[in-house]
């Protein structure tokens, strides 16, 4: 077959290495800035050395961090691998420094689990891989654009159901803690603002990284994920999420557009070799394959469960989800001792607020945790206790219903990557509207 040929050689093609360069400036900007403020903010301490209990991650089991001030110095550590890969020195290697203590500060607990840390993952491992000498290979670009892309069309695909472009749920729940902004916060109290920007938030993960593609669309779309990924960041509390796609999409344009804009800003870039002809071995191109292969069935292995994934949250992680569900819940657990009497756990007893926060609506966190009473009532000398949760979740403004069936012992389940039948199906009505319904028919 011709096509595969030519699409090698086509990706063999050397490019100028400038856009990749300044990629790698962003992000390394991007990461910099953002474990000095772990530091700064005495995060450590919040995160890795007050919680009593932490949760896992299925495959990986407990982590352990640093002893103090080991963390502190893993994310000092990690804001001059940044400084360093946005001014390209040693760039692979502090790119492979950056993927891995990102995973290991993650790892330790499964309630700090972000969509955009496992994004910074992939792409400083992809920035590891990838050559960083000037000699760059087109379909080193492809690849990252690639990625991006993943991002955006599960994005938009999770954003394809009933509660997020029918009921603007949970747009509308968040909206209503804006009405407070000048000039369109009064905007922000209808229904039909909330459906109305859900809409354009799915078309916008759906088409943009198509506008960015062609060379005649992408200034404009540039300028429009300049103004949506601005707006999210000061109305949400998303992190790094907006700006770092925003560095992301400059990987759409000419390779050597870096060094268009001229003058002192962009004069480093002419340390940069000369792009001379490269030669892709088959290995890397199959590696490639099987990489996108993999982050194309990791979000799409969601749909192979029953139900509702943002009740079940099974096959939620990996998968692109992001901003689509608010979920509130409310567990206790009910003892059962060896000779019959029943004593009430409440989670404050291994928990902060924000673990307590994460757990009480994800039902393997639940299961992690009933682990743990079960364990310490063994180690209290207890003998073999029973463990049951009485757990209520709210999904997008619905009333809360109950999600873990209460007569199942957790004590005795284990947890593995089949579907749970010990949690109960979720909510079929349609998501709450909150606040004003009605642009014309005012409150109600």
Not at 349 to 374: F, Y
Not at 420 to 443: E, S, Y
Request: hydrophobic residues 50%; aromatic residues 12%; charged residues 20%.
């Amino acid at each position: 077959m011709r096509w595969p040929a030519s699409l090698v050689r086509r990706a063999a093609e050397p490019v100028d290495g400038a856009s990749l360069a300044t990629w790698r400036f962003g992000l390394g900007l991007i990461l910099a800035v953002a474990h000095l403020r772990f530091v700064t903010e005495g995060w450590t301490e919040r995160f890795y050395e007050t919680p009593v209990h932490r949760f896992y991650y299925w495959l990986i089991g407990p982590v352990a961090p640093l002893p103090a001030p080991g963390m502190d110095l893993l994310h000092l550590l990690l804001a001059a691998a940044g400084v360093a890969l946005a001014v390209s020195w040693r760039p692979r290697w502090m790119a492979a420094l950056l993927a891995l203590g990102t995973a290991y500060a993650d790892a330790i607990d499964l309630t700090r689990y972000l969509n955009h840390h496992w994004l910074v993952v992939l792409l400083c491992a992809l920035c590891a891989a990838l050559p960083a000498d000037g000699r760059v290979p087109r379909g080193a670009l492809w690849l990252l654009r690639a990625q991006v892309a993943v991002v955006y069309t599960f994005a938009a695909v999770a954003k394809m159901g009933p509660d997020w472009l029918l009921d603007g749920q949970p747009l509308n729940t968040w909206l209503l803690a804006r009405t407070d902004w000048p000039l369109l916060g009064r905007f922000f109290a209808y229904r039909e603002a909330a459906v109305a920007m859900s809409w354009a938030g799915m078309l916008f993960d759906l088409t943009i990284v198509w506008w960015l593609s062609a060379r005649r669309t992408r200034l404009p779309a540039f300028a429009v994920l300049l103004l949506f990924h601005g707006m999210t960041a000061l109305l949400f509390r998303i992190g790094i999420f907006p700006w770092l796609m925003t560095v992301n999409a400059t990987l759409f344009f000419d390779p050597s557009w870096p060094r268009r804009l001229g003058g002192h800003v962009v004069r480093w870039l002419d340390r940069l070799p000369v792009p001379t002809a490269t030669r892709l071995p088959r290995w890397a191109i199959g590696l490639a394959a099987l990489y996108l292969a993999i982050q194309v069935l990791l979000p799409l292995r969601a749909f192979l469960y029953p139900g509702n994934v943002l009740w079940a949250e099974e096959g939620m992680r990996f998968s692109w989800r992001v901003m689509v569900r608010e979920k509130h819940g409310d567990v206790s657990f009910r003892v059962r001792l060896p000779d019959g009497r029943s004593v009430v756990e409440v989670p404050r007893r291994w928990l902060d607020g924000e673990q307590e926060r994460e757990m009480a609506s994800q039902p393997d966190l639940i299961w992690q945790l009933a682990q743990r009473v079960a364990a310490d009532h063994r180690a209290a000398g207890h003998g073999e206790v029973a463990v049951f949760a009485d757990a209520w979740v709210s999904l997008n403004g619905r009333p809360p219903r109950r999600m873990i069936d209460p007569e199942t012992d957790l004590a005795q389940v284990s947890d593995t990557c089949a579907s749970k039948p010990w949690i109960l199906p979720g909510p079929t009505d349609r998501a709450a509207h909150l606040g004003r319904v009605a642009m014309a028919g005012g409150a109600r």
